[in-house]
């Protein structure tokens, strides 16, 4: 089993900025799709970025041109850059692999944008 470990939310102002990072206890994120999930109050997680073994890169429309998903194999870490970032991006933020299998669930990390 894999343990993965979230960190890099914080309270934002509306434009700002943040990194998140997601690390895994074995050296595995290479050999899979990995994404980044999302989960607002009262609403289902959802999968807003994830990367391929071979680093292709998607995005849901509602972050394309203000996130950006990146992988450090040699550090077993995941991250993603948010830019631009807006009250309708708070949320808990959690990685795992993309597809039916998933790995368990990290506490995951919270992301508030506020004025």
């Known amino acids: 089993q894999v343990q993965l470990v979230e960190s890099g939310g914080g309270l934002v102002q509306p434009g700002g900025s943040l990194r998140l990072s997601c690390v895994a206890s074995?050296?595995?994120?290479?050999?899979?799709?990995m994404g980044w999930y999302r989960q607002a109050p009262g609403k289902q997680r959802e999968l807003v970025a994830s990367?391929?073994?071979?680093?292709?890169?998607n995005y849901a429309d509602s972050v394309k041109g203000r996130f950006t998903i990146s992988r450090d194999n040699a550090k077993n870490t995941l991250y993603l850059q948010m830019n631009s970032l807006k009250p309708e991006d708070t949320a808990v933020y959690y990685c795992?692999?993309?597809?039916?299998?998933?790995?368990?669930w990290g506490q995951g990390t919270q992301v508030t944008v506020s004025s």
């Open positions: 074995r050296n595995l994120l290479s050999f899979f799709a």
């Open positions: 990367i391929t073994s071979n680093t292709n890169r």
């Open positions: 795992n692999k993309v597809g039916t299998t998933k790995w368990s």
